[in-house]
T-cell receptor, first 111, second 113 residues
Framework: GEDVEQSLFLSVREGDSSVINCTYTDSSSTYLYWYKQEPGAGLQLLTYIFSNMDMKQDQRLTVLLNKKDKHLSLRIADTQTGDSAIYFCAESLSGYSTLTFGKGTMLLVSP | EAQVTQNPRYLITVTGKKLTVTCSQNMNHEYMSWYRQDPGLGLRQIYYSMNVEVTDKGDVPEGYKVSRKEKRNFPLILESPSPNQTSLYFC????????????FGPGTRLTVT
């Protein structure tokens, strides 16, 4: 079945880059997502990437996809304390199917 | 403002006492779903609905019911809550199945004693 794995915790200093990693098992996955959950709030879609892309950049966010290794990463440049949150990786078989979420990575940014 | 609302935000109840968590969206979205979030387990989908009167089970539907009588509302019903249903619940909506435009509610923290 589908499975999405993430490391549970990452700590960085303000101004550094953060890299959050995710692996998935279903090679049929065509959409891969990153969501952000701030304390006490729901999930917010940050970005997504199609499986035929290697990279997607959006301001401070860079998503890298290695489809051969089924590995997805989210890089946050110049990490700020406001980036402290839980980040969820998710995948779906198409843009019209249900999502499978990872367990989430807690990012802690210290001043 | 486009939003998904849930009520209540916090609820403490006792085993066996029926409860309903409401979810409402103002974006005319067809697709709505319920998730539960538990430490170390991430988000797991409970039920989803692709339109009015169309609902289907997600990954963990046991002990829950849903209904979709109106497009904007998708209540989650626990007929006989048990302590293992203590969790953080999220409702989400999107114009279609899939995650490219999915909006989440703020969450309902439920404790069953």
């Amino acid at each position: 079945g589908e499975d999405v794995e993430q490391s549970l915790f990452l700590s960085v200093r303000e101004g550094d880059s953060s890299v959050i990693n995710c692996t998935y098992t279903d090679s049929s996955s065509t959409y891969l997502y990153w969501y952000k959950q701030e304390p006490g709030a729901g999930l917010q879609l940050l970005t997504y990437i199609f499986s035929n892309m290697d990279m997607k950049q959006d301001q401070r966010l860079t998503v890298l996809l290695n489809k051969k290794d089924k590995h997805l990463s989210l890089r946050i440049a110049d990490t700020q304390t406001g980036d402290s949150a839980i980040y969820f990786c998710a995948e779906s078989l198409s843009g019209y199917s249900t999502l499978t979420f990872g367990k989430g990575t807690m990012l802690l940014v210290s001043p | 403002e486009a939003q998904v609302t849930q009520n209540p935000r916090y609820l403490i109840t006792v085993t066996g006492k029926k409860l309903t968590v409401t979810c409402s969206q103002n974006m005319n979205h067809e697709y709505m779903s319920w998730y539960r979030q538990d430490p170390g387990l991430g988000l797991r989908q409970i039920y989803y609905s692709m339109n009015v009167e169309v609902t289907d089970k997600g990954d963990v539907p046991e002990g829950y019911k849903v209904s979709r009588k109106e497009k904007r509302n998708f209540p989650l019903i626990l007929e006989s809550p048990s302590p293992n249903q203590t969790s953080l619940y999220f409702c989400a909506s999107s114009p279609r199945l899939g995650g490219t435009e999915q909006y989440f509610g703020p969450g309902t923290r439920l404790t069953v004693t």
